[in-house]
Nanobody
Framework: QVQLVESGGGLVQAGGSLRLSCAASGSVFRINVMGWFRQAPGKQRELVAGSARSGTTNYAESLKGRFTISRDNAKNTVYLQMNSLKPEDTAVYYC??????????WGQGTQVTVSS
C-alpha cells in the first residue's frame, strides 16, 4: 500500500507562485511514476505533469513553461513549482503515483485558489 500526502496549497494572487509537495510512504518500492493532476469545479480531472523514476517528465502542453515538476527519489517526494499563476489555475491539485506508467495511488488533494 502507498500513501500520498500533498502540501503547499493555498490562496495566492494572480501572477504569484506556489510550490506543492507530495510525500509518498508505505510500499514505496512499488512507485515508478509520480505526478500531479488537477480538477476545477465542473471540469474533468486533467494531468498537470508527471515524472518517472528515470527522470523523464511530461506536461500538459498548455502549462509547459509555467509549471515545473521535480522529484527527489531518495525522499520519495515530488514537487510542483507553479509560477505566473492565473485564476484559471484554481483547482484541487492531486498527487498520484503508480508502479509502472499508470497512476493508481492518489492523495487527498490540496486546494489552490488564485485570486484576481
Amino acid at each position: 500500500q502507498v500513501q500520498l500526502v500533498e502540501s503547499g496549497g493555498g490562496l495566492v494572487q494572480a501572477g504569484g507562485s506556489l510550490r506543492l509537495s507530495c510525500a509518498a510512504s508505505g510500499s514505496v518500492f512499488r512507485i515508478n511514476v509520480m505526478g500531479w493532476f488537477r480538477q476545477a469545479p465542473g471540469k474533468q480531472r486533467e494531468l498537470v505533469a508527471g515524472s518517472a523514476r528515470s527522470g523523464t517528465t511530461n506536461y500538459a502542453e498548455s502549462l509547459k513553461g509555467r509549471f515545473t515538476i521535480s522529484r527527489d527519489n531518495a525522499k520519495n517526494t515530488v514537487y510542483l513549482q507553479m509560477n505566473s499563476l492565473k485564476p484559471e489555475d484554481t483547482a484541487v491539485y492531486y498527487c498520484a503515483a503508480g508502479a509502472t506508467s499508470s497512476y493508481h495511488y492518489w492523495g487527498q488533494g490540496t486546494q489552490v485558489t488564485v485570486s484576481s
